[in-house]
Every structure is written in structure tokens, then in C-alpha cells.
């Protein structure tokens, strides 16, 4: 039987050892990817003059994650910023009843790679009510893709249809609008502010934008299957078939 020299096994133990380094770094490497996730953030002051409850995702496992969670902490420096000054003026003025007050929360869904959040913000500085507002933020967790409203459309699609059917409902409940309500629909030429639920997407209007107080916030719904021409082919079949998450607000007014 041949013997194998020592210089012959040591050779073979190098290049296991090389080998096994190698494929173990591969196999590292492979899972070293954080999986997309979105966890709360929350912030509470109180004092005498000031109120502050925030719950603010914190998003990360994907590229461009640092980019939103940047965005939506610039809108709560900006947000706090005005409670705490309509704070420091009610000191000044002997205090009251009320506090200004600052108060957020969010919900998000996800149909695979595309993810669409919205925070809902509320504050107090003054007057005789606060005000609230929906700040939404969709994308691509793959892609990294940050997306307008125009972007979910295939290139060269005619979307009046969207506003028409925005016009429409208008008309047929004039009384919760305002007469240039119309005309402040059309100056956005489709660059509507929105968010997607499960397999509808959501246009919407802020307080006093086409409609009084009272009529709060106003949604138009658009389910995947009516857009389906005029969607991307990812967006469509990413979406279409995702459950809406519950978000407590009635659609049935508008």
C-alpha cells in the first residue's frame, strides 16, 4: 500500500480548511440580508401646558429604508416643533383648559414586495378644534423604488378616468364640498396624494382642501381590478388579491 507523505496531508487539510471557510462565508453572507420589518417607535411628554403621544414606524431590511425613516422624523421635529411653541405661548398667556397636544399612529400593508404605510397625525395649538392630517408612504422593499402616484401606472396610459371618477363623486355630494372643490381636484393633474390597502388604492384630500371641516378628510377607492389596464403588471398582481387591513375609517361617505 503507498503511503502518504505528511507534506500531502497537510495540503489536503489546507485546502479543507479554505473550502469549508469559503462556503461558510457564502452560506453567511446569504442569510446576513435583515428581513423587511417595522417596528413602533413611541414618544410620550406631558406637562401643564403640552401633551405628546407618538407611536412612528422605525422601517428597515431594505435599501432605502434610512431615506423614509429620515423623511417621517423631519415631519415629527416639524410637528413638534409648532405644538411646543403654541405651548410656550399658552404659558405665557396664563395657561387654559386645553394643552396643545400632538398625537400620531400608522398602519401598513403589505402586498409582497410592495409595502404602503400611512401615518396619521394630530395636534392641538389652539382655537376651537385640532387638526389632523395622513402622511402615506409607498415602496418597493426589492426595488427600493419610493413611489409617486403616477409611478404605479404603465408609461403613456391615459389615468382621467381616475379623476373623472373623482369629479364624479363630487358632484353627486356637492353639499360636503366646496364650489372650487373641482378645480383644486384638476391642479393636481394625477399627481394625487395616496396610499394602497390591500387591493385598493386610496386617494385622498387633506382638512380644508376641497371640503369644510366638518366633512373631514376625503377618500376615493379604486379597487386593482378597475385599474387593471392601467397599472404596472407588478403592482396589479402584487396587489390584487390582498385583504385591505381594517383602518377604522368609513369609506361609505364619500
Not at 16 to 41: Q, R
Not at 177 to 188: D, L
Amino acid at each position: 500500500m503507498k503511503r502518504i507523505g505528511k507534506n500531502t496531508i497537510l495540503v489536503f487539510f489546507t485546502a479543507a480548511i479554505l473550502l469549508f471557510g469559503i462556503t461558510g462565508c457564502a452560506k453567511a453572507d446569504t442569510n446576513s440580508k435583515e428581513p423587511f420589518s417595522v417596528a413602533h417607535e413611541t414618544t410620550a411628554e406631558s406637562d401643564e401646558y403640552l401633551e405628546i403621544n407618538l407611536d412612528l414606524p422605525a422601517l428597515s431590511g431594505f435599501e432605502t429604508a434610512p431615506e423614509i425613516n429620515k423623511m417621517i422624523a423631519k415631519s415629527m421635529d416639524a410637528a413638534k416643533k409648532e405644538v411646543e411653541e403654541a405651548a410656550e405661548s399658552m404659558k405665557e398667556a396664563g395657561g387654559g383648559a386645553a394643552k396643545a397636544g400632538l398625537g400620531s399612529s400608522f398602519q401598513y400593508s403589505q402586498s409582497g414586495d410592495i409595502v404602503s404605510l400611512w401615518i396619521m397625525w394630530s395636534n392641538y395649538t389652539g382655537g376651537a378644534h385640532g387638526l389632523y392630517w395622513i402622511e402615506p408612504y409607498t415602496f418597493n422593499i426589492s426595488t427600493n423604488e419610493i413611489y409617486q402616484f403616477q409611478s404605479l401606472f404603465q408609461k403613456g396610459k391615459d389615468l382621467s378616468m381616475i379623476t373623472d371618477k373623482i369629479l364624479s363623486e363630487i358632484t353627486e355630494s356637492q353639499d360636503y364640498y366646496f364650489p372650487e372643490a373641482k378645480e383644486t381636484v384638476k391642479n393636481y393633474k394625477g399627481g394625487y396624494p395616496f396610499y394602497i390597502n390591500g387591493n385598493k388604492i386610496t386617494v385622498f384630500f387633506s382638512l380644508y382642501e376641497i371640503a369644510p371641516y366638518a366633512a373631514g378628510i376625503r377618500y376615493f377607492e379604486f379597487d386593482a381590478e378597475e385599474l387593471k389596464e392601467l397599472l404596472k403588471p407588478e403592482i396589479y398582481n402584487a396587489i390584487k388579491d390582498t385583504e385591505p387591513v381594517e383602518t377604522g375609517e368609513s369609506d361609505a361617505d364619500n
